[in-house]
């Protein structure tokens, strides 16, 4: 049993590998949580998870790059929102604002995700690139307990704000070949680790720039059991009880 914590499983780039990614996912019992971008990926991670059945969890999201107008808070409510798993991907991220203004409209937009996760009580996958400061300041300010940084590069500080405050890291195979992710995911309690791919994303070192697919998370298990000293099953049982925990599944239910 594996969890996939954060993967695209609406983007175009995995259409084709698909049917085998959801396939692999019922053999080995991996928990694919699909987060979006916008609200048509969203629509289509439902879609996705009717079809495949318990092993897609589906994520409602408007990440940071798809600045949206005034009215798609009345496009969500269309998606009914309580069909979905959590809220994600959301958050900030400079890189995609050219301007304060653009940046304020993310602002905007993560604000009201995050009060509709904190009404519907859904964990959040969150984007927090370039923006830790900015996002642990926001979160703060919200009553939210499954909140998940996802591929967290933030610094050690921030690292153990984030920590203290009971919220999920996620790492993928950057893991294997990063220094920097090694350093900041041995400094992470166990009991808030979690695993991703990030895919379509693509990984370099011994991954050799291809497409990340959920067939990655056992080389980046091996590699944080390493850093924590431990066995792989046991670090493999831990993240998937830290995911049941995340996801708010009981693992009776779930097995």
């Given at each position: 049993?594996?969890?996939?914590?954060?993967?695209?499983?609406?983007?175009?780039?995995?259409?084709?590998?698909?049917?085998?990614?959801?396939?692999?996912?019922?053999?080995?019992?991996?928990?694919?949580?699909?987060?979006?971008?916008?609200?048509?990926?969203?629509?289509?991670?439902?879609?996705?998870?009717?079809?495949?059945?318990?092993?897609?969890?589906?994520?409602?999201?408007?990440?940071?790059?798809?600045?949206?107008?005034?009215?798609?808070?009345?496009?969500?409510s269309s998606?009914?929102?309580?069909?979905?798993?959590?809220?994600?991907?959301?958050?900030?991220?400079?890189?995609?604002?050219?301007?304060?203004?653009?940046?304020?409209?993310?602002?905007?937009?993560?604000?009201?995700?995050?009060?509709?996760?904190?009404?519907?009580?859904?964990?959040?996958?969150?984007?927090?690139?370039?923006?830790?400061?900015?996002?642990?300041?926001?979160?703060?300010?919200?009553?939210?307990?499954?909140?998940?940084?996802?591929?967290?590069?933030?610094?050690?500080?921030?690292?153990?704000?984030?920590?203290?405050?009971?919220?999920?890291?996620?790492?993928?195979?950057?893991?294997?070949?990063?220094?920097?992710?090694?350093?900041?995911?041995?400094?992470?309690?166990?009991?808030?680790?979690?695993?991703?791919?990030?895919?379509?994303?693509?990984?370099?070192?011994?991954?050799?720039?291809?497409?990340?697919?959920?067939?990655?998370?056992?080389?980046?298990?091996?590699t944080l059991?390493s850093l924590?000293?431990?066995?792989?099953?046991?670090?493999?049982?831990?993240?998937?009880?830290?995911?049941?925990?995340?996801?708010?599944?009981?693992?009776?239910?779930?097995?």
């Open positions: 049993m594996f969890v996939d914590a954060h993967i695209h499983l609406s983007d175009p780039a995995l259409k084709d590998l698909l049917p085998q990614i959801i396939l692999q996912a019922k053999v080995t019992r991996t928990i694919l949580i699909a987060v979006a971008e916008d609200l048509n990926t969203s629509a289509a991670n439902l879609k996705i998870a009717d079809e495949a059945g318990g092993v897609v969890k589906p994520f409602l999201g408007v990440h940071p790059c798809a600045l949206q107008d005034k009215s798609f808070e009345l496009e969500l998606l009914k929102p309580e069909c979905f798993s959590g809220i994600g991907e959301v958050g900030l991220d400079r890189k995609y604002a050219k301007d304060e203004d653009e940046y304020r409209r993310q602002k905007e937009v993560f604000e009201f995700m995050l009060k509709l996760a904190e009404h519907l009580h859904k964990p959040l996958s969150i984007h927090s690139r370039g923006s830790v400061d900015d996002v642990l300041s926001i979160l703060s300010t919200y009553s939210l307990k499954w909140v998940l940084l996802h591929w967290f590069s933030g610094t050690p500080n921030q690292l153990r704000v984030a920590c203290d405050r009971g919220y999920y890291l996620s790492y993928g195979p950057a893991v294997v070949y990063s220094k920097k992710t090694k350093q900041l995911a041995s400094n992470t309690p166990l009991d808030l680790i979690l695993t991703e791919t990030d895919g379509p994303v693509r990984f370099g070192g011994v991954f050799q720039n291809r497409v990340a697919i959920p067939a990655f998370i056992p080389s980046t298990i091996y059991s924590h000293k431990l066995g792989f099953e046991e670090m493999r049982t831990t993240i998937f009880s830290n995911a049941l925990n995340y996801l708010q599944i009981s693992g009776i239910a779930y097995l």
